[in-house]
């Protein structure tokens, strides 16, 4: 139970801070800026990862946690509490945004800019970096080292930096979900929740490419069940 109320604490301060600096941003008149809504997102994943990496390891991300179990550094029977903490602290942060803005008309939801397909395919592209830093500095489902969440931290920021304003740079589903959801703007919203899983599942074998045998097997670098 600690394990999944530390997914479901930082799952909802990623999508309160994250999400909650796009709804700020709109309604104080663009105060915070693009750049400032990518650090935003970069900083709380940063802090949540310090904050609850030793509890849970700080997936705050289904298509993560669905990545993990597949490299095999993670248990399947694990995998839906994790999924549920998730979608749970995400509405939650959703819902006190939607009670502090009643007025605001996407609560921080990901719309694609261009064509679906343009941002399905960044989508895509973006997870799999994404997961492939995962991979690279965690040791089985957690992450290791005093830089890990650094390094994590600054993917997602360089990534919402550059791809923002075109996809809105989710990498995410529940962070997708749950503005969505609350919000009533579902039409994109089938994007948002396939492209990330996908894209993480790709990080899978593109890091069994590049590092020793077993990396993904459960025994790389003292890789560990949690």
């Known amino acids: 139970m600690k394990k999944l109320l530390a997914e479901a604490l930082g799952t909802f301060a990623l999508v309160f801070a994250g999400t909650g600096a796009i709804v700020i941003n709109e309604v104080s008149g663009g105060t915070i800026g693009h750049a400032g809504i990518a650090i935003t997102f970069g900083l709380i994943v940063l802090a949540m ?97 005093l ?22 740079a989710s990498m995410n589903p529940v962070r997708s979900l749950a503005p969505a959801l609350l919000s009533g703007h579902l039409e994109h919203l089938w994007v948002y929740l396939l492209a990330p899983v996908m894209g993480a599942l790709l990080a899978v074998p593109l890091c069994v490419g590049v590092r020793e045998a077993g990396c993904c097997g459960g025994a790389c670098s003292g890789a560990r069940q949690p």
Not at 150 to 162: C, D, P, Q, S, T
Request: proline share 4%.
């Open 147 to 168: 830089t890990a969440g650094i390094a994590i931290g600054a993917v997602i920021a360089l990534e919402a930096m550059f791809a923002g304003p075109i996809s809105g």
């Open 49 to 145: 990862i310090y904050t609850f990496g030793d509890v849970s390891g700080a997936h705050l991300n289904p298509a993560v946690t669905l990545a993990f179990a597949v490299a095999r550094r993670f248990s399947w029977r694990e995998v839906p509490g994790y999924v549920a903490a998730q979608i749970t602290g995400a509405l939650a942060a959703s819902s006190v945004l939607k009670a502090l803005f009643p007025g605001n008309a996407t609560l921080g939801a990901t719309l694609p800019a261009g064509a679906a397909s343009q941002s399905f395919i960044l989508e895509i592209v973006l997870t799999a970096i994404l997961m492939l830093t995962i991979l690279s500095v965690s040791t089985g489902a957690r992450e290791k080292g």
